[in-house]
């Protein structure tokens, strides 16, 4: 069966690098997501991709943060200057189309910020 | 936007007896509730969910309600076993095509044998 998968499974940077987790999605999908879960809290939205643009952002995806398609199969997420409060598990979803209700879900990345 | 809320955070319980977790969302275009189970370390993991067009889902020894009216929803789970444990999220959706899920605080299950 087909899954999201992602990399790196764990990352670890110091405060203020820029780092870029990667996704790639089921190959058919075409909505995309990403989410944060804080060690010990409950997964929180970041944001909404389809067709090559932000369909959403919440408040926690602020300048600091970018996605990207760079191509057909990859979808990233930058963050240019980390903070230690952005250490945290980040997953990629991904759906297959706007009928579609269920996301699929990576196994995630452990961002820690040093 | 959106909030969900979960009850209870933690719940212990002997292995073969239920469980039950409640959920309450707050916006009524909502229509789309999934429940997820999580093991320490991995994905969110769908278990089983249900849209606004039915009160009641069952699959094996989960089932889930909803109350539209009430904007309430809920997981039983039936003859826990130890492999049960685990944290759970319920969840809330617009099921629009663009849609974030909107998660709950999650409640850690413990089965004991």
């Known amino acids: 069966e087909p899954e999201v998968t992602q990399t790196p499974s764990h990352q670890v940077t110091q405060m203020g690098q820029e780092v870029i987790l990667r996704c790639v999605p089921i190959?058919?999908?075409?909505?995309f997501y990403w989410y944060r879960q804080i060690l010990g809290q409950k997964v929180e939205f970041l944001v909404s991709?389809?067709?090559?643009?932000?369909?959403?952002k919440s408040e926690i995806f602020d300048d600091q943060f970018s996605v990207e398609r760079p191509d057909g199969s990859n979808f990233t997420l930058k963050i240019r200057s980390t903070k230690l409060e952005d250490s945290a598990m980040y997953f990629c979803?991904?759906?297959?189309?706007?009928?579609?209700?269920?996301?699929?879900f990576g196994p995630g990345t452990r961002l820690t910020v040093t | 936007g959106e909030n969900v809320e979960q009850h209870p955070s933690t719940l212990s319980v002997q292995e073969g007896d239920s469980a039950v977790i409640k959920c309450t969302y707050s916006?009524?275009?909502?229509?789309?509730f999934p429940w997820y189970k999580q093991e320490l370390g991995k994905r969110p993991q769908l278990i089983i969910d249900i849209r606004s067009n039915v009160g009641e889902k069952k699959d094996q020894r989960i089932a889930v309600t909803l109350n539209k009216t009430a904007k309430h929803f809920s997981l039983h789970i039936t003859e826990t076993q130890p492999e049960d444990s685990a944290v759970y999220f319920c969840?809330?959706?617009?099921?629009?095509?663009?849609?974030?899920?909107?998660f709950g605080p999650g409640t850690s299950l413990s089965v004991i044998p």
């Open positions: 969840a809330a959706s617009t099921g629009s095509p663009h849609d974030k899920v909107i």
């Open positions: 190959s058919n999908h075409l909505y």
């Open positions: 979803a991904s759906k297959t189309s706007g009928k579609s209700y269920e996301q699929y």
């Open positions: 916006d009524s275009a909502s229509n789309y």
């Open positions: 991709f389809y067709n090559n643009e932000i369909s959403e």
